[in-house]
């Protein structure tokens, strides 16, 4: 028959197990035990508030000097290739799909830059993404943006060329950013809105910058544009693609001004950006009958965008569908791979990454 008394060992003893089996503990060992158990249970509480705080110290450490490492240095990410594999779909193969911030990021616009051939082709781009492109950038590529924007604006301040483009650059990047700031509580931009002030406030200040800029003259006393023939001058003024350009070079000399209002120079300039159609639209005739081709072509630049052409693009291999630079090397397996490579406009990179 089962025992259903009360517990033998009788209730309220403490029994500690031994080599020769479980015994009664006195009350002197008792004390000693729960005297060791609450000095060491002290001892692990000490233990791990030390260690909680040391990792919190270690992590504020590192996050500091990460902040610290991001905020002083003007070097974006790099990645070991120079080209992009632009893919708009999961496959079987790869998933996910490639965004522009990515291709930005990837493709080497730093060395672009200080290349004289790729210069306008890189503010055309910049330009671009500063209209309409600036919410689709990640944080990353936010940062290289501004990153490449400043050693575009400090080449001009050392070259002391290309000054009015980037000018017309940071005032379009200006404009749209005070549009989205005002809209970040739609979570139009990524990123903190302080970040976005800073920014804006150093764009202020390459504008200033650029404002104050003051073109020294060459130290050379070699030969100049105005000790060459008016044929070669003339030749020389053709070839530029801007027309403000062409009024700039007239306030030079007296000489050079009479060359800036040759009406051939006008219709050759009017020719190469638009088309038939366009400049019989916007007619214009002197009271001697003649076209008015300086006039039309300031009217006809308000109404219509400029032909662009560019000394060297982006090229986009349409067999195996990367992006690169014309002299970087890309994985092909075409059998000829120049015949499949097309090359990219600025307008045409963004439209890549349109879904």
């Not at 023939?229 to 530029?240: A, E, G, V």
């Not at 000489?255 to 006008?266: H, N, P, T």
């Not at 009017?270 to 038939?276: A, E, K, L, P, V």
């Amino acid at each position: 028959m089962p025992f259903l008394g009360q517990d033998w060992r009788s209730p309220g003893q403490s029994w500690v197990k031994t080599e020769e089996g479980w015994k009664k503990s006195s009350q002197d060992e008792k004390n000693n035990n729960v005297s060791e158990l609450k000095s060491f249970s002290k001892e692990e509480i000490y233990y791990k508030e030390n260690l909680l705080l040391s990792l919190n110290y270690d992590v504020a450490a590192k996050k500091r000097k990460k902040d610290l490492l991001n905020n002083n240095t003007k070097i974006p990410y790099f990645y070991k290739d120079k080209w992009i594999y632009v893919h708009k779909g999961s496959t079987k193969e790869r998933h996910g799909y490639c965004t522009l911030g990515e291709a930005f990021n990837r493709l080497d616009f730093c060395s672009a830059i200080r290349d004289t051939r790729r210069f306008n082709y890189v503010v055309r781009l910049l330009e671009l993404i500063a209209k309409s492109q600036l919410p689709s950038l990640s944080g990353v590529a936010q940062k290289n943006y501004m990153n490449i924007l400043e050693r575009v604006v400090q080449k001009v301040l050392d070259d002391q060329q290309n000054v009015r483009p980037i000018k017309e650059l940071l005032q379009t990047l200006y404009v749209s950013l005070c549009g989205l700031v005002q809209d970040m509580g739609k979570s139009v931009l990524v990123g903190n809105i302080n970040i976005w002030v800073h920014r804006m406030e150093n764009i202020l200040q390459w504008q200033q910058q650029l404002d104050n800029i003051q073109i020294n003259r060459p130290t050379t006393t070699g030969m100049t544009l105005t000790d060459l023939p008016t044929s070669l001058q003339l030749d020389i003024m053709r070839r530029l693609s801007d027309g403000r350009d062409i009024v700039s070079l007239g306030q030079v000399c007296p000489d050079l001004g009479v060359m800036s209002e040759d009406r051939l120079l006008w219709k050759n300039l009017c020719q190469y950006h638009f088309t038939d159609r366009q400049i019989r639209k916007r007619l214009m005739v002197s009271d001697k009958g003649h076209l008015e081709w300086k006039k039309m072509y300031f009217k006809m630049s308000r109404c219509y965008p400029h032909k662009e052409q560019y000394s060297d693009t982006l090229q986009f291999c349409t067999h195996c569908h990367i992006l690169f630079w014309k002299d970087t090397d890309h994985p092909c397996t075409a059998n000829n791979a120049e015949s499949c490579c097309v090359p990219v406009s600025p307008q045409g990179f963004i439209n890549l990454f349109k879904f």
